[in-house]
């Protein structure tokens, strides 16, 4: 989506009032008043408590509509659908930290890629990648074959 003058929709700061706000998102000022009641859309306040919304928050405002009437998606469907949308933000970040943790463990270590063979006495060989496992020894036993037995 475009900047909503001059800020970019990911914006949270905080600068337009009410009446603004509802004329950059096409809608009644009443219908912000009752998504910020219901939770879809929470402005910041002023000292004085007053609604103070970012572009973030237009951008939020314009999908709510849209969802509410170009998809025809009851409000109730929309707060899940954003609650969902947040867990799953919340799980990427979680992801990303544990395979961020996952890697400087690995490293620590020393133990990147691992293979595993079986090695010449039957054992498990853990190899890195490239390595091969030792090749067998060459036996010095000599086998005596007799017919006769």
Request: aromatic share 6%; net charge positive.
């Amino acid at each position: 989506m475009a900047g909503v003058h001059g800020f970019s929709p990911d914006d949270e700061t905080p600068v337009f009032v009410i009446s603004v706000a509802a004329e950059l998102a096409g809608m009644h000022a009443q219908t912000l008043r009752q998504y910020d009641r219901m939770g879809l859309v929470t402005p910041s306040r002023t000292r004085g408590g007053g609604r103070r919304y970012s572009a973030a928050d237009v951008a939020r405002l314009r999908e709510v509509q849209r969802l509410s009437q170009e998809e025809g998606v009851s409000l109730a469907a929309i707060q899940r659908i954003f609650e969902l949308e947040h867990q799953v933000e919340a799980l990427r970040a979680r992801v990303s930290e544990l395979t961020e943790e996952l890697d400087t463990a690995r490293a620590q270590l020393g133990q990147g890629s691992r293979f595993f063979a079986v090695g010449s006495a039957g054992e498990i060989v853990a190899l890195r990648h490239g390595q091969r496992p030792r090749p067998r020894s060459a036996s010095q036993a000599l086998i005596l074959y007799d017919p006769r037995r």
